[in-house]
C-alpha cells in the first residue's frame, strides 16, 4: 500500500467511526489482530476496545466531530494531528452531563499494512478537557515564581 493509500485508510476510520458514527467500519479498517497501545482504563482488547472506545465517546458526546487538521505519512505510518469538539450529552468518566461545548487535541500515529490499521498511538488533552468539563479545576499550581 502507498502513504496515500494509508492516509485514506485512517481518514476514512476517523470519519465513518467518530464523526458518523459507522461503527461496522471497524472491521473493514482495522486487522483482526489490531493494538492498542493507548487504551482508556478497563478497555477491551482489540477491534472490540476500539467499537467501546468509541461508543463510549459518541455516547457522551453525541455530536462528536474530529477534525483532522493534518496527516503525514511515510513508509506503513499514519501521523495525524487533530481538534476534537462536542457538546457533553452523556456522562464521560463518571462526569454527569453538563451540556458543555468543548475542544481539545489530539495526535495519534497509526500503522497500517494492506488496507488495515495494525496499531495506535494517541495522545489526547484530556486534562483540558476535564477542565472544560469543570472536573479539573484550571489552576492546579500555584507559582512561586518571584
Do not use: C
Not at 69 to 98: H, L, W
Not at 105 to 132: N, P, T, Y
Amino acid at each position: 500500500m502507498s502513504a496515500v493509500q494509508n492516509k485514506e485508510t485512517v481518514h476514512r476510520y476517523i470519519d465513518e467511526t467518530f464523526n458518523k458514527g459507522n461503527l461496522a467500519v471497524i472491521d473493514e479498517v482495522l486487522a483482526p489482530s489490531f493494538v492498542d497501545h493507548n487504551p482508556t482504563p478497563g478497555q477491551a482488547t482489540g477491534p472490540m476496545g476500539a467499537i467501546e472506545f468509541a461508543r463510549n465517546f459518541r455516547s457522551a458526546f453525541p455530536d462528536l466531530h474530529v477534525n483532522i487538521e493534518e496527516m503525514v505519512a511515510e513508509g506503513d505510518k499514519v501521523a495525524m494531528r487533530s481538534t476534537i469538539r462536542g457538546t457533553q450529552k452523556g456522562e464521560f468518566m463518571g462526569i454527569s452531563p453538563t451540556g458543555m461545548q468543548v475542544s481539545w487535541q489530539a495526535m495519534a500515529i497509526f500503522r497500517v499494512a494492506s488496507g488495515k490499521i495494525l496499531e495506535r498511538w494517541s495522545s489526547q488533552d484530556h486534562l483540558g478537557l476535564l477542565q472544560q468539563l469543570g472536573a479539573i479545576p484550571e489552576r492546579l499550581m500555584v507559582s512561586t515564581v518571584r
